[in-house]
């Protein structure tokens, strides 16, 4: 009964292949995002996906191209790979209709991408 | 510039002692705060939230904040420590408020060690 879930949660690749993250969530929510947490643990937000329309695109490498074939999912996929993509990838969801800024965001267990 | 501040980058308290994490924002308008915690290869789960009323918040895990707009500041705070706070604390923000995205900014963290 995982709310947000994320495939795989371990990603160990070389410099230049593509590769993708897969998140799910059963919640029913609307609204998707994709989180990067550095080696100092800093988080920030990479995109959100209301109703499968980004809305949130924050500066991020044209390598990185998120989907998401509906509201249940929105998929990461990066191309090219460099090492200083290593990090650890979060999905979240949440309930956002209004666009409030009010509701919580669930997040999944992250996926710890390396990259030699 | 605008930015969320969590001052301590580590804090080590003993089990049974009081927690305080601190977390000062730098927005014009009062953000939407939250705080998040991270266990050990965990995702993040939210302890608890403000939006506007009772500057006194409850949470969970006995956990509590208080705003204080002067401040601007929004304290995360444990009566009692147990071994299993031991975790990195997130606060994070929604600005501007009401803004479609939902876009949460995170301070970049607290990590909390117990001691036996």
């Known amino acids: 009964d995982t709310a947000v879930s994320q495939t795989p949660k371990y990603l160990v690749t070389q410099m230049g292949n593509d590769k993708s993250i897969k998140c799910e969530q059963n919640?029913?929510?609307?609204?998707m995002y994709w989180y990067k947490q550095d080696s100092k643990k800093f988080l920030k937000i990479m995109f959100s996906?209301?109703?499968?329309?980004?809305?949130i695109n924050e500066t991020v490498p044209n390598r990185f191209s998120p989907k998401s074939p509906d509201k249940a999912h929105l998929n990461l996929h990066i191309n090219s790979l460099e090492l200083g993509d290593s990090a650890v990838y979060f999905c979240?969801?949440?309930?956002?209709?209004?666009?409030?800024?009010?509701?919580?965001?669930?997040f999944g267990p992250g996926t710890r991408l390396l990259v030699l | 510039a605008q930015s969320v501040t969590q001052p301590d980058i580590h804090i080590t308290v003993s089990e049974g002692a009081s927690l305080e994490l601190r977390c000062n924002y730098s927005y014009g308008a009062t953000p939407y705060l939250f705080w998040y915690v991270q266990s050990p290869g965990q995702g993040l789960q939210l302890l608890l939230k403000y939006f506007s009323g009772d500057t006194l918040v409850q949470g969970i895990k006995g956990f509590e904040a208080e705003f204080k707009r002067s401040q601007s500041s929004f304290n995360l705070r444990k009566p009692s420590v147990h071994w299993s706070d031991a975790a990195e604390y997130f606060c994070?923000?929604?600005?501007?408020?009401?803004?479609?995205?939902?876009?949460?900014?995170f301070g970049g963290g607290t990590r909390v060690l117990v001691k036996p």
């Open positions: 996906y209301n109703n499968k329309e980004l809305i």
């Open positions: 994070a923000v929604v600005v501007p408020p009401g803004a479609a995205g939902n876009k949460l900014t």
């Open positions: 919640l029913g929510h609307d609204t």
């Open positions: 979240a969801s949440s309930q956002d209709v209004t666009g409030e800024g009010r509701r919580t965001q669930y």
